[in-house]
């Protein structure tokens, strides 16, 4: 069975940084891709950022880009997000993903295991 955990988030002011950390386990991790989610209260989980296992070809929402990059340790099982520049609206509950088969990384339906979730907070 495999299982992701997320951990890293926090509470910063506008312009801060995180970085939040994804650890994968199994028998057997090897997924197609891993990604990043977030979702904001009364809003729908959406697309941050994926990297494909094999190849790490990168993937970003566009609200994200040239602040946020994701990037994988295969030796560890692990993706990490550096988050820099935050802003007010990057606050929300973020998922990583494992996608097990290959497909598009940015819809979550493709995802097939998540972790429990990790809260960024961007305030000041």
């Known amino acids: 069975q495999v299982q992701v955990a997320e951990s890293g988030g926090g509470s910063v002011p506008p312009g801060g940084s995180l970085r939040l950390s994804c650890v994968g386990s199994?028998?057997?991790?090897?997924?197609?891709?891993m990604g990043w989610f977030r979702q904001a209260p009364g809003k729908e989980r959406e697309f941050v950022a994926g990297v494909t296992w094999n190849y790490g070809s990168v993937s970003y929402a566009e609200s994200v880009k040239g602040r946020f990059t994701i990037s994988r340790d295969r030796a560890n099982n692990a993706q990490y997000l550096q988050m820099n520049r935050l802003r007010l609206e990057d606050t929300a509950t973020y998922y990583c993903?494992?996608?097990?088969?290959?497909?598009?990384?940015?819809?979550?339906?493709?995802?097939?295991?998540w972790g429990q979730g990790t809260q960024v907070t961007v305030s000041s």
């Open positions: 199994g028998r057997t991790f090897s997924p197609y891709a």
């Open positions: 993903g494992a996608m097990m088969s290959s497909a598009r990384l940015y819809q979550k339906d493709n995802y097939n295991y």
